[in-house]
């Protein structure tokens, strides 16, 4: 079945600095793939989603490319802000039917 | 945009009563559901795929007769936890998909559920 691997967490980082947060996948056919992003006690936002190959997904500074020839679609940051702190999730959508597969989350600290 | 609404966002039920969340997609018509639930620092799993007018199909592991789907218009699916136990609470979350294909899933924005 389709699964998604995400990069290990708890990320620590100080404010200005450049953020990267792996993501591979595993799917059958061609997903659509996702960045949601939840901050403490609250739902998921959409953060950023592309749809097929070397589509790039961008949103308030964060920026991931859907590479099909690695299954990768690695968020980045270049400057991240305490505000970012939240937990970040990677997910891929089968176009066919619709349900999500999540990766298992990384947490982000940005320290001031 | 799309517009998914849970509700509620939060409850608190004693041990051994049911609770009822409802699932509604404000904007469009939602041919299918999704309910998700997320234990405390954990990913998100899918427990269910509910479509209009149909029964649910239940990820395996996950009780159908202990969370009901009901999924009875285009725009409103409910989960119901039947009998709940404090192992019930949880992060619940349901998603929306419209009926055309390559069409984004929303969700709406979770229900606490904590079971005293």
């Known amino acids: 079945g389709d699964s998604v691997t995400q990069m290990e967490g708890p990320v620590t980082l100080s404010e200005e600095a450049f953020l990267t947060i792996n993501c591979t996948y595993t799917?059958?056919?061609?997903?659509?793939l996702f960045w949601y992003v939840q901050y403490p006690g609250e739902g998921l936002q959409l953060l950023l989603k592309?749809?097929?190959?070397?589509d790039k997904g961008s949103n308030k500074g964060f920026e991931a490319t859907y590479r099909k020839e690695t299954t990768s679609f690695h968020l980045e940051k270049g400057s991240v802000q305490v505000s970012d702190s939240a937990v970040y999730f990677c997910a891929l959508s089968d176009q066919r039917w619709g349900k999500s597969t999540f990766g298992d989350g990384t947490t982000l600290t940005v320290k001031p | 945009g799309a517009v998914v609404s849970q509700h509620p966002s939060w409850v608190i039920c004693k041990s051994g009563t049911s609770v009822k969340i409802e699932c509604r997609s404000l904007d469009f018509q939602a041919t299918t559901m999704f309910w998700y639930r997320q234990f405390p620092k954990q990913s998100l799993m899918l427990m269910a795929t509910?479509?209009?007018?149909?029964?649910?199909?239940?990820e395996q592991g996950v009780e159908k007769d202990k969370f009901l789907i009901n999924h009875a218009s285009l725009t409103l699916s409910t989960l119901t936890v039947t009998s709940a136990h404090p192992e019930d609470s949880s992060f619940y979350i349901c998603?929306?998909?419209?009926?055309?294909?390559?069409?984004?899933?929303?969700f709406g924005q979770g229900t606490r559920l904590t079971v005293v």
């Open positions: 509910s479509n209009e007018g149909s029964k649910a199909t239940y």
């Open positions: 799917a059958t056919g061609y997903p659509s």
């Open positions: 592309a749809t097929k190959a070397d």
């Open positions: 998603s929306a998909r419209g009926d055309k294909l390559d069409t984004e899933a929303f």
